[in-house]
């Protein structure tokens, strides 16, 4: 975050607009617009799935009345997360222990737990695992030996209650792996690595949002903004051979 720049909810809103950019330009940029996936690392494992499981949910569906596609409904079909952050008030205990000078939770929505808790509810994916959008697909992937986004709080807890919702998961573990590994290219039509076969099926012909960090370290962790179009990365993905079940990998990361 860049001064009261970024924040919730501006990522929000335009993570979301992306995905109605995309969805309102499908006949133009030649996709399909039923076929819209979401993808990100930690941060932007965050927005992905808030946006496809809250997009059309108070207080994210009124952004940006004015734009030309406003009126343009969310519907994300699959969304792949690598070490995400699910749980914004667990983010902020586990920070606590861990980064005590370091309160990205606080900084990006503004207000600490003991001012809002709602506000920590209302802004984490993981208050949104409920039945009725269970129509996205998820594969959550996540390193053992992440010290920055508690995988046991966030990862585990996450897929649990998406299970419990019936939406249908899978993940992929990578054993003594920290935060930031990168066992992938950022391109969806080029996965490779740890979780590539999982993502290409889920992802097969699909356009691709992928909000991102700002990319100024591993020490700063940005909630940042998108834009229309250069955030919305468009990609097609081989087909799909074989659905891969749950994995975890026997090496280390």
Known sequence: MQG?????????????????FLRSKAGDLRVDPTRIGGMGESVGAHLAALVAL??????????????PYAGVRIRVK???????????????HHDQ????????????LGKSPMESKYLFYEASPLTYTTIDKNHTAFLVVWGTEDDIVDPHSQS???VTALKQAGFFVRTVIVPGAPHFCRGAHRRADQLHGFFGPAARALLAGAAVVMPEAGGRGVHHHDWTRMTHQSRALLTKAG???ELPRDVRLAGGG
Request: proline fraction near 9%.
């Open 4 to 20: 009261g720049k970024n924040r919730y909810l501006a990522a929000v809103h335009d993570t979301r607009a992306a995905v109605q």
């Open 54 to 67: 809250a997009g059309d949910s108070p207080p994210f569906a009124d952004a940006y009345p004015h734009d």
């Open 78 to 92: 699959v969304v792949v997360g690598i070490y995400g952050v699910y749980d914004l008030l667990a983010q902020w």
């Open 97 to 108: 222990l861990t980064r005590p000078r370091d309160q990205v939770t606080e900084n990006f």
């Open 156 to 158: 585990e807890v996450f």
């Open 239 to 241: 087909p799909p051979k």
